[in-house]
Each structure stands twice: as structure tokens, then as C-alpha cells.
């Protein structure tokens, strides 16, 4: 290759790094104006992340409050609180970011094919959320206050007394478990898509997306029966459900093969098969 072919090939690569760090700095520039919107309304926030909690402990006639027991830890709850909410407000920023970096280099047909998993990724993390928060977190959280004890003349008082920062700690995981889990249709669609995986292959592995779906349901959420069913129910749900859509993308892409006389059935090609060992016989 001469100087001037090495010349012509790094100037693409260097457009294409131009191009992203144009659009990195695009995304940084909104993750920093909705991080710094969100630490306005931290406090907010924080009063609407404890809001099943609040309502539990007025149920059972206790003051709900929190306490933290280091002087910074607040201030660090608030900076969590900032950066968790500004990523959330900022996602629809950030994925068209990418967005305008990626399509350039995709044909129609594939922009069309993958706008709707970037439309489906951020519908399906709230719809995650939204499930952790209004049912999952109000029986998770009733099932721990049930351990608190009144105490008599013999025994001990129990009583919850929690910490900002863990409480925070817990919902957030609680969120980001559900909210990434939910991503699973649109990750198996996206590989059944470009060949990765099949419909019959997802169906073959049941089983152990079973057991997978249940060790990831053990890990990522509190000890306690509800958190886990919780979350390994709706997931299971979502296998199934994936299995649907990348049988639906195989149907579509054999009607399309078929339309252009390209499609081969299986019986032909086990004919085929049978021919070309008699042949070698």
C-alpha cells in the first residue's frame, strides 16, 4: 500500500473519531445540564423515592424519618440522587446521540429495523421502574417491618430506624435490577435479528433460562421471597414473549427470501444431503 492509500484511509478514521467526540461531548452537555436540574430537586425527589416507605410506616402508626449518621452522607445522597435522575432525563439525549452517530452507516432498511429497539429500550426500563415501585417495593418493604417486634416485659423493643443513604442504595438497585432485566426482549430480538439465536434455540433453552432467570433474581434482589418472584416472574414472562417476537422476525425474513426465490426448505436441503452421499458413495 502507498503513502497515498495509507493517507486516504486514516482520513475516514479520523472524521469518524471527529464525528463521535462531537457527539460524546453533545451527550455529556445534556447529562450535565438534567444532572445539574436534578440536584434543584433532590430533596423532591428523595420525598418521591421514599414515598412507599412513608405510606407503610403511617399504616402501622409510626413517624416515618430516616436518619443519617455521618455529617457528608446527605450530601453525597443528594449527588446520588442528581446523577441517577439526570442519566433518566437524559437517556432520550444520549440515545439520540448515538443514534445520529450510528444511522449514517446503516442502510434504510436496517434504520428502520433498528429505530424501534432504541424507541422500545427506554419504554421498557420505565416499565420496570414502575413495577418495582408501585407493587414490588410496598410489599417488599411490608414484609421487613413485619420483623419489628413491640417488645413486653421480658423482651426487647425492634423498632426500624433507617439510613438515607442505605435506603437510596436499596431503591436504586431495586430499579436499575428491574429496569435493565426488562431490556431482554429487545437484546434476544436484536441477536435473533442479525442470526445470533433462533426461536427453536430460545425454546430449547427454557430450561435453563429458567434457572438463569432465578440466580439473577437471588442476586440482584433482597433476600425475601416477594423481591425475588417478583422479579423472576415478569422476566420469564419476557422470555416467552422474546421468543414470539424473533419468531415473528423468522417469518417475516422467510417471506421475504421466498418473494426473491431464495428460500431452500429444510426437507430440500436434507434431500440435497442424501444426494451428495450417494454421489460420494
Known sequence: MTEEN?????????????????RL???????AITVIFCAFFAREIFDFLTHPLRDELLARGQEPHLI?????????????????????????????QIWRFVAPGLYKNERGAFLPFLVATPV???A???????????????????????????????EFLGKVNEYLSLVMTFIL????????????TLMGRVGLTSSAGLKRMRKYAIVGIAAAAAVLTPPDPIS????AIPIYFLYEV?????????????????????????DELEEDEDDTEESRK
Open 25 to 31: 461531548i453533545n451527550a455529556l452537555i445534556g447529562l
Open 177 to 188: 435490577a428491574f429496569g435493565i432485566c426488562f431490556q431482554l426482549p429487545v437484546l434476544l
Open 242 to 266: 422474546s421468543i414470539w417476537l424473533v419468531a415473528g422476525i423468522e417469518r417475516k425474513e422467510e417471506q421475504r427470501l421466498r418473494a426473491e426465490g431464495l428460500w431452500v426448505d429444510d
Open 128 to 158: 420496570g421502574a414502575s413495577l418495582v415501585y408501585f407493587f414490588i417495593m410496598p410489599m417488599a418493604i411490608s414484609f421487613f417491618l413485619d420483623f419489628q417486634s413491640s417488645g413486653d416485659a421480658e423482651g426487647t423493643q425492634i
Open 68 to 96: 443519617y449518621t455521618q455529617l457528608y452522607e446527605k450530601f453525597f445522597v443528594h449527588l446520588k440522587i442528581a446523577l441517577f435522575g439526570g442519566v433518566f432525563l437524559a437517556f432520550p439525549v444520549i440515545a439520540w
Open 6 to 22: 495509507l493517507d486516504d484511509s486514516k482520513a475516514p478514521l479520523i472524521e469518524h473519531l471527529i464525528e463521535l467526540r462531537s
Open 228 to 231: 425475588q418472584l417478583g422479579l
Open 124 to 126: 421498557l426500563f420505565l
